[in-house]
């Protein structure tokens, strides 16, 4: 009677405390092996920074593999990543370059600009000098541009990209539109 209820609640008295303290062993486990990792990536950065700023591929392939386990080097413009990298410079001044190429393209498109003439448009800003830009690295920049408000954004229109820098939502017969207007050229 009482003895069994009693030493049933001790047993589960000592599951739990058996419990917690494997849970409290692998969640430090868990925070060893995720510093052992950032360590890691951060040596991995350093010993190809050269290549992450030269490379859009390789800076591409260096995003998708930081996406893919959580960590967003470009979510702020300080920190390591920003320091090491230089990374956050890079998309900000890129993301200065399409913001004046939309702005100056605006009054003869309306807001909306194809992606392969925003990259001419940009590459032409930028300059022989600096570093080659690709399709994912503006992309990447209008993304963080969003914050920004005024409809920064990349829409698929027909199979087309086509970079919207106004506050303005389209509607289908929109979309319709601009997708027969490119397939009319």
């Known amino acids: 009677g009482i003895a069994g209820i009693q030493q049933r609640t001790q047993t589960v008295a000592t599951m739990q405390r058996l419990g917690a303290h494997a849970n409290a062993e692998r969640l430090q486990a868990m925070r060893a092996q995720l510093a052992e990792f950032k360590a890691s990536l951060e040596k991995f950065a350093l010993k190809h920074k050269a290549a992450i700023k030269r490379d859009p591929a390789f800076r591409a ?18 920190g390591f990543w920003a320091e090491v990298l230089g990374i956050g410079d890079f998309y900000y001044e890129l993301g200065v370059s399409i913001v004046e190429a939309c702005l100056a393209t605006r009054a003869a498109n309306g807001g ?20 080659k830009v690709s ?3 503006v ?31 389209l509607n289908a017969d929109q979309g319709e539109v601009i997708r027969v207007a490119g397939g009319a050229r």
Not at 112 to 131: F, P, Q, S, T, Y
Not at 140 to 167: D, F, T, Y
């Open 112 to 131: 909306l600009i194809d992606l392969e003439n925003l990259m001419r448009a940009v590459i032409k800003r930028r300059g022989a000098a600096a570093a």
């Open 135 to 137: 399709e994912d690295d």
């Open 139 to 169: 992309l990447r920049a209008i993304e963080k541009l969003r914050v920004l408000g005024g409809g920064w954004s990349a829409l698929n229109v027909g199979g087309r990209v086509v970079v919207r820098s106004v506050p303005t939502e």
């Open 61 to 78: 392939s260096f995003h998708k593999m930081c996406a893919n386990v959580g960590v967003d080097p470009l979510a702020s413009n300080k």
